[in-house]
């Protein structure tokens, strides 16, 4: 469904991305993993357009990004392949329910009215239908992830892809958020996620894909990964995230 | 600090011992100070080289009647709506531009006799056949400019108060441009700035004879009545020995009318034409003048409510297109920005109201209300550069990941900036839009150099007209505040409010 051949981003001097090939089937769950700087978070941006790149190819279905996409071609790739930060990003001035219509409302042009019962259904299935009317700042954050997930699922997107969701909580939030996400690969969605949780790399992934220095290092199912690693970078990788 | 208090009433003291024998002050100090308005112009003061000694038929004789008492003379400039004010703050000892002998204006000082026979000329275009004569103006509806406050004013409210309007310009040329360029019907001025403007207006014409006599004095605070019996035997003796009708010749405004100068009647006019009462004061005369304050105080309202909006939304245009416009907009609206601040809004009004309309031909309607047009496009252009600063500022204070994320979301840029980038902006931009708002709202004082009476234009023309400047400024200011305070208030609550949500 994603497929991405010899992608290269630089930025200035500096090359972000150095030919980055990768295929995400139709309902796979792609945990991608790795150190700092190794153009992880890069690679998702570049999907979604948020970041263009110099080389390379990207499609989602039948939709190929260029290098230089037009605003429409953009919107189209974005309503299929929607985005989760690790900030979050949850519109202040907006009340939670709201914040997850406004796709529907303006991207999909539907009334509020049309809109409003997926809103709440999504809601409730992040575990925050009690919350429908709270604003952003009165949320901790693992609800304002949640929140994003469910704005970013409001225009039914074909794929969603997750910077680092988890990165800016703590435990035990960062679990009701990955539960969420483990719900959502449990209904074949499909997912690329950038994470630094192991365990949940491990138990929900399909495939696990290292990335290092702006290449993929290897990637393959996640048992082959965690357990017998080709690359020396992967097990360097491992050994480094097991002690911290 | 209480320590020093007994300082307050020495100073008093002083000052009035400063006021209270100007004649001795003057030649203690070896200098005559009196105040005028250069900008005025010819014939009366003519700037030279020396500031303090211009030329013109008032500098020459003040020059005259200051060498007469052993003194030099020494000019202060000062908007001639305020020589008054000038005159009872002690900043100079007299105050001489063609100002009328006029009753009110006795209430609180004296006057010299009468050194100029002053008439009134009316001044129309040549080409405009509906106005021949004088009586052309007892039909219809004229628009006639006039300098405010002044007895051009007075005669045409009294003499056609049905179909005429007056407009107050600030200066006699200005008038006489409206004219030329259509903005007016015609404007009744002084014969002398008629007859020394002719050649600079070849399209404009005297119609009918001169009317309204009056006479040019020298007016002086109440208690310096020596000082005005010297200056009163230097006119006479200039009067004598004919070296007033020499400076008259020189500056080609003498007439037969001048003869009259030295008739007794017309010498004790001052006399006669003092008011027996001192006139209302105290709070009395605050609320005689409260109704004609506060319809000022009104235009002052609306001039703000009306620009303000405007200059809300170019700001907001303005900072949107210097932050995500295309590119070639983007250095025109930065020159924009930057020129507007960069003058002055007095200029920004001169240009719109005086120099456009002697560029483009305009409507009737739209002159009957051009005055307002200019204030409020003038306001509003000039605010809406200091808005769009504040909205650049309030923009770019949000956060990149709102921008990604409403896009990441499928919105279009258009939408991103209109539902979620301006609505967090604009909450932030609150409380120093809403101070600008209460700047704006004094700013609209500018107007009245554009002929808009508002309330701080009506204050000088009320404090001369009733002799007592502290009443009518305190009522003046406590209306300010009443209507500027509401707004501070509103200021202080959204600025809490924006601190508490925190966006």
Redesign the interface.
Known sequence: MISISHLVKRHGTLTVLNGVSMAVRKGEVVAIIGPSGGGKSTLLRCI???ETFQDGEITVDTLKLSSKPD?ES???L??RV??V?Q?F?????MSVLDNVL??PR??LKQSRAEAEPLAIQLLERVGLGEKLNA?P?QLSGGQQQRV?IA??LA?KPEAILFDEPTSALDPRMANEVLSVITDLAEQHLTMMVVTHAMGFARKVAHTVCVMAEGRVAESGPPQQIFEAPNQEVTKRFLLQAATT | MGRFLWVLPALLCIAVQIQADALDDVRQRGVLRWGGDEEGGAPYIISSNDAKTPAGFEGELMQALAQRLGVRSEFQQCQWDNLGDLLRSGGVDVIVNGIELRADRLRSNISTIPYYVNDLQLLARANDKRLTGWSDLKQGKWRIGVLSDTAAEKYLVEVYPQTVKTESYPGTTQAMDHVRDQQLDATLTDLIAANTYRDRYPTLHFVGEPVGRGYFVIYLRSDDARLRDELNAGIRDMLADGRLQAIYEKYKIWNEAQRTLGDPDVQSTPERMKPADAGSRGIRVILRNLLVLGESATVTVLLSVLSMPLAILIGLLVALGRLYGPAILRVPLTIYVEVIRGTPLMLQLFVLFYVIPSLIPMPDDLKRNFAWICAIAGLAINYSAYEAEIYRAGLLAIPVGQMEAALALGMTRRQTLLRIIVPQAVRIVIPAVTNDFIALFKDTSVCSAITIIELSKRYSIVANNTGRPLEIALATAILYMLMSYPLSLLARRLEKHTKRVHV
């Open positions: 979604n357009g948020l605003g953009l919107r189209k974005r309503q929607g985005m930060f900030q990003h949850l519109f202040p001035h406004a796709g303006y991207v604003r700042e994003a704005r970013a225009v």
